[in-house]
């Protein structure tokens, strides 16, 4: 696990290696830490603070193993054991089971940010119980302290409440329960008709009427027994349906999938069941009405190989299949391979190349109905299908691996980029802005807009453009003009809106007062979340914990601890074997953008020249850096060969941090003690740590903690800790 050092000051845990900047006299080394920046007591930067939210406080900040009082539990805990007491607030095992279970995914991550595995044996319940304690006892000081009314720190939670509010509506009420219907909905595709009697959506009420009276004598028709399918061609105003075959013909559409459809049409497709029919439905294209033929489970995608045999002016099509049939016919044989015959034989050359593989084809793709179906056909990786007629020639196709099923979450993130694109988002946001404003009560006054924009409130029906340009000193933009719930809607805020929405100076006044109350709402709504909904208030919670956490380390460990310069110097002395350099070799690195500017130096060196020449010709070279580093063991890959090689010798180009790199071993120095300076950010490491447990000690006899590790979760009831 890592230590636990402040953010700003994470020294290296192991001397390993480190680097050294190489003065221009080459002679004299600054030491910097490898994973560390200063070890001034200047206060980490507010953006690293918002870091700490709990999932990683348990990896970064309950790092200590201090000590608790062990008693006997309370008795009235039978039903639901108590595994804690801290300033009077119980742990139970149920609650300490869901933290344990959530914090080793937690600390795992953030001991292996680049997802690499570990050796580290699994904390035990034990284990985190203590770093557990210690961390609720920091968050307690810090309330009591009055850290938690700091204006910095309210202003901060405020902020990332804002920040996680609205994308947490669209995932929660918006956009999630529309990628989870259309998830499940396509599982299946469903084969329809339909019968379309067209009528604009802001058609006159006495077209509306007529339309929909049209539609019901259809309905009245199909009932009594008439063909759909006759019906639609006589009837249907979708032009497709006159047809005599293909897509479409007769109202026939084939199989269709959610997400190819406008929702309404969906919902009435998916909830009418096979060989019944819906009832009346209307669209943004008019009245429909449709039937339900089948249902079958939805294919998923495959990938395919193919080989095409085009005809062209000396070859007809018979000739062309007569050609794809005796290649199949050596497939079955065994006689040859699928993508040996692709490479020689197909006249699709750009996939020949790659032995006739066309990649993945998904349901519904844009392809010949005939190819589609002969492709999810094919039952086993290595089958093949009979020879298959399109508009390019003739066609073996090979299944070379049909696709699972992806999980929901796996899911998730193609699905919500598709769906964010359809009407239906916009829709749904309608509905939780209407549904909001309800609960809340929400009023604008549009005659006060227009009067303010045009001067007369009768203009409703005119640009609100010209709020765009009100500013206070031109109008009385703090004037009230609505109410959403408790919060007051000014002129100023509106016309805000206009001037930061896109396309809302083109909207009419009485438009842009409904789109600006949906979006409102969307707002109220999204920070009104940590009230209604327990997993955002868990959340914001941890934030704040991590706040409070982070003040008080800051405030009461990492900042008197580094700057206690008779402790740091005693730590030093007490404990000077700690603070060594290893045997190290010394190497000098040269970079630049591209290797012609290294090679040089590479062919210098293997003409008799040293190190030394080297680093004084780069000096007046504006291409190469240069720079020293001492290596030990452990050293990344990269540089492992140069502590391989023999001394006045080069290694490389090799790549280094987007740049190119030419290593040359320069000698070796032994190891020695560090001086305090060099050593000063490990010192105020160990005595941060020190220092923490005192602190932790006496928070510990304040708050009077009580731990009882008999009740931990799977944990022998011979556990015990110790006192402080």
Known sequence: MMDFVPAGRIAARSPDYRTHTLDASMDVYTVSPMFGGSTSPAPVPRSARALLVFGALLALSLMTTGAAIAQDAPRDAASDPVVAVIAGDTLTQTEFSAWYERSATSVSSADQPDAGTTDAAPESPNEFLKRYVDFRLKVQAARDAGLDTLASLQQEIDSYRRQIARPTLM??????????????????????????????????????????????????????GTSFAAMARRN?????AKRE???GAGGRLGYMTAGRLVEPFEDAMYATPVGERSNIFRTQYGFHVLRVHDRRERSQPVRIAHILIRPDSTTDSTAARAEADSLRTLLTSGEARFDSLATRHSDDTRTARRGGELGVLQPGQNVPVAFREAAFALAEPGDVSPVISTRFGAHLIQLLERKERPSFEDAYDDLSSTVSRMPRVAHREQEVARRFMKQQGASIDTS????????????????????????AGEADTDAQIGVLGDSTITLGRVAEYVRSTRGARQQTIRDLASAFMDDYAIQLAALSLEERDPDVRRKMDEYRDGLLLFEFMQERVWTPASQDTSALRRTYREHSDRYRYPQRVRVLRLSASADSNLIPYAERLESGGTSVDLAESV?????????????????????????????????????????????????????????????????????QEAYEQEVLSRLRDRYEVRTFPENLPDVDATASTETP
């Open 619 to 687: 000096t007046s070279d504006s291409l190469v850096q240069a720079d020293t580093l001492f290596l030990a063991d452990g050293v990344p890959e990269r540089q492992q060969a140069v502590m391989d090689a023999a001394n006045n010798t080069a290694v490389g180009p090799v790549d280094g941090n987007g740049r190119r790199v030419l290593y040359v071993r320069t000698g070796t120095v032994p190891s020695r003690g560090m001086t305090f300076d060099e050593a000063r950010s490990r010192v105020i490491r160990d005595y």
């Open 236 to 240: 249907s105003d979708d032009p497709s």
């Open 171 to 224: 995932r929660k009420e918006i956009l999630g329960p529309i990628v989870r219907t259309m998830y499940e909905r396509r599982a299946e595709e469903i084969e329809v008709s339909h019968i379309l009697i067209a009528v604009e959506p802001d058609a006159s009420p006495s077209d509306t009427v007529s339309a929909y009276r049209e539609m019901e004598s259809i309905v009245d028709s199909l009932d009594s």
């Open 245 to 247: 075959n293909g897509p």
């Open 448 to 471: 006060a807009l227009a009067a303010a924009a045009h001067g007369s409130p009768e203009a409703l029906d005119s640009l609100a453009s010209p709020l765009a340009r009100m500013t």
